[in-house]
């Protein structure tokens, strides 16, 4: 019988303190190497069954292998120097130091595949992979290349599009497109944000 309302959580889930320092932002890694794989594995397990006793319908990964749900993902495109860094105000609400992209952005292979497929291998219920949108992560970047947020947009857009088509692959049943950009930003997003998530989402036969 399929279920009136079914249950999921919306972001990241607290990570062990053995794997990074809980409620802090761009926590480092407390272990490292093949120590550290087998760690976010652990975390992934521990956050799934957390999911799982909760009864949670929809379950994710919790984002236990990423340091932040936005540069996680960027730390694995060309064309962003992660050393050359820049003082931004994120979300119109906070500065931070962030990364220079300073050449054009591509994506070279997949960048959760194999979590989502490890994930994948521990449950039967319905999964949820949850990604950044666009406008999210032209927000957290300093941009010395395109000098345009709506062209570094699409093309994240496009690099975003062939992640969520891959993780479909992997058994991932629903894509969150996480924009939250899209709380301040409201002209940008009336001109080209809205368009640069669909073309994000475009072609997907899962719901996103």
Not at 74 to 97: C, K, P, Q
Not at 173 to 180: G, L, R, S, T
């Amino acid at each position: 019988m399929t279920k009136l309302l079914p249950t999921s959580t919306a972001g990241s889930l607290p990570k062990p303190s053995w794997l990074a320092e809980p409620e802090k932002l761009w926590s480092p890694w407390k272990l490292d190497h093949d120590v550290l794989d087998e760690g976010k594995q652990d975390a992934l397990r521990v956050a799934l069954i957390e999911q799982q006793a909760a009864g949670i319908d929809i379950v994710s990964d919790g984002e236990q292998t990423r340091q932040h749900f936005v540069t996680t993902f960027i730390e694995h495109l060309t064309g962003v120097d992660f050393e050359r860094r820049e003082t931004v105000r994120i979300r119109d609400r906070y500065d931070a130091s962030v990364p220079t992209v300073v050449g054009a952005v591509s994506r070279e292979k997949p960048v959760f595949v194999e979590d989502a497929k490890f994930l994948r291998k521990q449950t039967s219920a319905p999964i949820k992979w949850a990604l950044p949108g666009p406008m999210t992560m032209i927000d957290t970047l300093y941009d010395a290349h395109y000098k345009s947020r709506e062209k570094l947009a699409w093309e994240f857009a496009g690099i975003l599009n062939q992640e969520a088509k891959e993780l479909e692959a992997a058994g991932v049943d629903i894509i969150q497109f996480d924009e939250h950009a899209f709380n301040v930003f409201f002209d940008q997003v009336n001109e080209w944000g809205i368009s640069t998530l669909e073309m994000a989402t475009a072609s997907r036969p899962i719901p996103t």
